[in-house]
């Protein structure tokens, strides 16, 4: 199974301008996600996909591989599909050009998971308290006992109607999602070219057009989430982190609990 993963990274940022380019490490923050997805396994390609000439230029000067794409995509999705067109690949991975310390092993669990037949993989971690499960800036997921997708929602769900939820129950019952995917890349160009589903103009979330028009997300499961980089504050502490551990560390923390659920 040939993989390609592909990492969209635009200049525009409301809460951090031109964040692909940040070098405070003596890295851009482009390279250090680019050099994290060259260390999976699964990994047969590496490209960043970009609309602006400074990341095509950055990433060219670090020894990556850019594509520039149009620049009126609505969302990375589509970014990464314009990229996919023009692929061999069999699978292709969207890794958000934001997080650094996304583990390899991750990106690894996600091209097993597309080895069960499903359209699509993703991962979640479970929740480990009430005020997570119930912020609707955290996206949940509910799965079916094959570990594949059943809904996504900023709601709490599954919805305990009789006490409280039991977050330490193993397998885990409630699930944040983490916004990773592996496609089938048929299956992006299909779903990249179709109108948005009504579940996913409720929610504002892309996934749903999978669940709504009958694809099938397998989820898996990883033991924490990686932390990506929204805001000055968000980077700062990624600049902290890596000095400490010197080269940025081998990222072999994450563990997953099992193939989906």
């Not at 951090?16 to 050099?35: D, S």
């Not at 996304?102 to 069960?116: N, Q, R, S, Y």
Request: charged share 25%.
């Amino acid at each position: 199974m040939r993989v390609a993963i592909v990492i969209p990274a635009r200049f525009a940022s409301s809460r951090l301008p031109g964040k692909p380019l940040l070098r405070e490490t003596g890295k851009y923050l482009i390279q250090h996600v680019f050099e994290q997805a060259q260390k999976a396994k699964c990994a047969s390609e590496v490209i960043v996909a970009t609309d602006d000439d400074r990341i095509f230029g950055a990433v060219r000067d670090f020894g990556g591989r850019p594509v520039m794409t149009r620049d009126d995509h609505i969302a990375g999705t589509d970014r990464v599909a314009e990229v996919a067109a023009h692929l061999t690949a069999d699978v292709v991975i969207n890794l958000q050009g934001d997080e650094p310390q996304l583990d390899p092993k991750a990106i690894d669990l996600l091209a097993e998971l597309m080895g069960t037949g499903s359209d699509m993989a993703t991962l979640a971690v479970p929740i480990a308290d009430l005020d997570t499960y119930r912020s609707p800036n955290v996206v949940k997921v509910v799965c079916d006992g094959r570990g594949r997708a059943l809904y996504f929602s900023r709601s709490p769900i599954p919805f305990v109607r009789d006490g409280v939820p039991d977050f330490s129950a193993r397998p885990a019952q409630f699930l944040q999602h983490l916004g990773v995917y592996a496609y089938r890349r048929e299956f992006l160009l299909q779903i990249a070219g179709a109108p948005p589903h009504s579940l996913e103009q409720s929610e504002k979330l892309e996934q749903l057009r999978v669940l709504g028009t009958g694809g099938s997300i397998n989820v898996g499961v990883v033991a924490e989430a990686h932390r990506g980089v929204d805001t000055p504050a968000d980077y700062a502490e990624f600049v902290r982190w890596y000095r400490q551990t010197g080269d940025g560390g081998t990222h072999g923390s994450t563990t997953w609990f099992a193939r989906g659920l």
